[in-house]
């Protein structure tokens, strides 16, 4: 008897000791998160940056992909293109939602709309998208919860939208189109890379260097060598943002929140998105969200948090289920 609570003293300890390992790894865990969450926004904030002053949304597109292709290069020479475990209509929504025509929307988008609309539509519709293609093509029913998240996104679009007093026709609603058309090609290249059971870097692989090879020869065609006029500052920033902190330390730095918070709790990281794109519009583009925008913003956030895993309120989990 002695001997089990010796032992049981013993475990005890170990678990004991075993704590602060165990809270310093989830601190990581929340490092790397917000990191993600800050080149994500980076990716938003910067493009607007860069469509306002002296690049244009082709520019950019061929900024990031010739970057991203020539360091995932290698890689994929080792991966291989997948088109056997893909198919050639999964092959196409990789490339067009994690490559050159995602990009492209996102970045057309950022020319008529502010960057706090783009950090709301395009990652917050996304999993919207995403839960509307899952249903058409892999015959998944949103649980109660995940039905609630979702209409909080499609309430918070619609307030984004119209909350302005807007009408629908004008040059911002032409951006958050394009915001919303980018999420749901964003959805095509989820629901493709799901199916296949591929993991997330080496489809990043697969677009980055296809968008390379098909996109840069019309580019250079059509626009030549002009963008080497650009400041060397700012063609760099583009270069490094979106080339190198989005095109594949984002996905590496959430691959690592999800493997050590679950995927559950990563998720909060996603919801942050938007709201960290529209804070730092402020200071750096000078673009001030208005109260709607903010209600919008937190409604989409909220309905992210949600689909993610995110714990709902226990008297509004219990009427969804019922």
């Known amino acids: 008897m002695l001997a089990v609570k010796a032992g049981d003293r013993r475990k005890g300890r170990r678990r004991i000791g075993d704590l602060p390992l165990m809270r310093s790894e989830n601190a990581y865990g929340v490092l790397y998160g917000m990191a993600a969450v800050f080149i994500w926004s980076a990716f938003i904030i910067v493009s607007r940056f860069g469509v306002r002053t002296h690049l244009s949304p082709w520019d ?26 893909l198919g050639w209509s999964g092959f196409a929504a990789i490339v067009i939602g994690c490559g050159a025509p995602c990009v492209l929307l996102v970045n057309a988008g950022l020319l008529f709309a ?60 032409l951006g958050q189109s394009l915001f919303l058309a980018a999420a749901l090609v964003w ?42 006029s650009v400041p060397a500052g700012e063609l760099a920033l583009q270069a490094v943002v979106q080339g190198v902190l989005t095109a594949i330390v984002a996905l590496l730095l959430y691959g690592r929140t999800v493997r050590i918070l679950g995927a559950t709790r990563a998720a909060a990281f996603v919801a942050l998105t938007p709201v960290v794109t529209a804070i730092f519009s402020i200071p750096i583009l000078g673009e001030w969200p208005s109260l709607a925008d903010w209600v919008s913003i937190a409604i989409i956030s909220s309905g992210v948090y949600v689909v993610g895993g995110g714990r709902l309120p226990t008297k509004i989990a219990k009427t969804g289920a019922t």
């Open 60 to 85: 950019i597109v061929a900024i990031r992909f010739t970057v991203a292709g020539a360091v995932v290069l290698p890689y994929l020479i080792r991966k291989g293109l997948a088109v056997d475990v």
């Open 187 to 228: 959805g095509g290249y989820t629901i493709a890379m799901r199916k296949a059971q591929i993991d997330g870097l080496h489809a990043a692989a697969i677009a980055a260097v296809v968008s390379l090879v098909l996109y840069l020869p019309p580019y250079l065609y059509f626009d030549g060598l002009r963008v080497l």
């Open 114 to 173: 502010p960057a706090a609309h783009a950090g709301a539509l395009y990652p917050g519709g996304a999993p919207l998208m995403v839960a509307i293609l899952a249903i058409v093509f892999l015959n998944e029913v949103p649980s109660p919860s995940k039905t609630i998240g979702l209409s909080l996104i499609v309430l918070g679009a619609l307030c984004l939208v119209f909350g302005n007093g807007g009408s629908i026709g004008t040059q911002q609603n």
